[in-house]
């Protein structure tokens, strides 16, 4: 009886966005990129709000749901499809952390024939080729 009325409690509360559903998690994500079927960067999405700070209106990340992430420790854990700069873009890390993104998102889309699964293994089969012109792009945000 207790854990039927702490399940309905769970759904209840991740239907209303107070909780992250099983096997998602909240984070704060401030960028998103948008790519073509062919893994090309076709835009940097901004996704961080205005809020106020005092009397000052600053801009912060965004919490959103995204696929479970492991906790970062000082070894070498990708995420699925959420991630810093430093395993999807090889931008400001050694190389290992792009190669590590890049060969989970292989295991969990082999199998995947769909335009968003071919987009991310084509964006990360491509390499970190468009990482000038990502940093180009977000100097200007």
Known sequence: MILETLVRRYEKQAEEGKIARRGWSKTSVSFGLRISESGEIADILDLRIEMQRGKKI??????????????????IISNFLCDNVKYFLGIGGDIKYFEKAKKLHQEILANCNSPAANAVKNFLKNGNRQTSKIIQSYRKI
């Open 58 to 75: 600053v801009l912060v990340p965004k919490e959103i749901e995204v696929p479970e992430q492991a906790g970062k420790t000082s070894k």
